[in-house]
């Protein structure tokens, strides 16, 4: 079995568990049209204020619902979005106006969620954008601010970085009309590390810490220029945060869009929106991972887009990613009055009532050693404590599946959701198709099993 890079976080829970939930809800959810909106759109402050911020009134939220959903889909974590790039905050933080409880919600929003997903036995993590286009200070970019059309040309506004020797934070143009004037890095960097620590104080235990997002800060390092090609890790004072998070909750699993090193400075890789070809690595080292993906498209609400995946391809989502050593954060976006839409829960009940029956492939499970030969259409997750093999049928075959080189190790073979046997072939019925030796095929009932998404063969193998 591959083995991971040790880290200062806690990942023991972390590959265990396999399966979160992921919570993006902001103002965003308003628009119901992506969570970039405003960005997209180079909303100014003022109008997407008038429309959203005045409007934020999710009466029907109850996040005893929203633990229940999850847990009912077998989630073993959630993480919710405490400030989204819009900079707007769920809780009553004391460093900003901007949040929740000074719209009509007129309440923290985070307290109650974190207490009934911890209620169901989920664990807490918190996503915090280090991108902020609400604050004052924070320096305005090219990239995706959603003000950049007001930066002069790139070119130039890089040649006048560069020539002010733009390092350390301040705003290092101010000519008249600059929209950057009188703001200031090092003021953002101080209010991000401020809200930091009050996440990590005033909630408890947090399990995940999940920042959003660095670019382009080797580029900008290289020229000099850290604000406008840019923000990496001088933007956001990751270093000096990451030892803040690490003396606050040392065991704290950590995202890696801080732009710091693997080991002291990140515990998880998190690929977003792909499916990993195999267990991911970094400089060749394979890494704990876990893929986010959404169920349509965006990560906040959005009301018109058609493009769902069906709960069949989300449960085999899941079980690929097990299959390669990771974990799978699956969002939901909720509504402005503060539901999952019929479209989330739909998919989560489906995914739950195979995880009722399946849950034991995935909790605990890894990726086979690579002695076990992953049979045809088919994918394979291993429990190392148990020394069970499962194997998932994706593409149900005519009765019967080769298991290469594991005749001699083969206990006993059922059907996970039912415990049925599932057969091997006689010595002789094993040779006519082609079996024999160390080769072994099992033979299933010719129908697939009603009602399973996936079914899966569970294999005792001999200790
Ligand atoms: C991206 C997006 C964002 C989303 C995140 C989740 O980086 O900026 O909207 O929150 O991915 O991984």
Known sequence: MLKTLQTPGDTSWFTHDRFGLFLHWGLYSLPARHEWVKSREQIADGTYDDKYFKHFDPDLYDPELWAKAAADAGMKYFVITTKHHEGFCLWDSKLTDYKATNTPAG????????????????????????????????????????????????????????????????????????????????????????????????????????????????????????????KGREAWGSEKLYKMIRELMPNIVLNDRLDLPLGDGWDVKTPEQVQPRQWVQVDGQPVVWEACQTLSGSWGYHRDEHSWRDTDELIRCLIDNVSKGGNLLLNVGPTGRGEFDERALSRLEGIGQWMRRHSRSIYGCTQAPAQFKVPTDCRLTYNPTTHRLYVHVFAYPYKHILLEGLAPQVEYAQFLHDASEVRLPDAWHNKQLGGGGDNLYIELPQMKPKGVAVPVVEIFLKR
């Open 107 to 230: 309440r923290d929003l985070l307290t109650p969620m974190v207490k009934a997903f911890r209620g169901r036995g989920l664990r807490t993590g918190f996503y915090h954008s280090l991108i902020d286009w609400h604050h004052p200070k924070y320096i305005i970019d090219g990239q995706n601010h959603p003000r950049r059309g007001e930066l002069k040309f790139k070119d130039e506004v890089d040649g006048m970085l560069a020539q002010a020797g733009a390092s350390g934070g301040s705003s290092p143009s101010a000519a008249k009309g600059d929209p950057n004037a009188g703001r200031n890095q090092q003021d953002y960097i101080d209010y991000l590390h401020g809200q930091v620590r009050e996440l990590l104080t005033g909630f408890g235990d947090v399990d995940v810490l999940w920042f959003d997002f660095s670019w382009n800060s080797q580029k900008a390092r290289e020229a000099g220029v850290d604000f406008t090609l840019g």
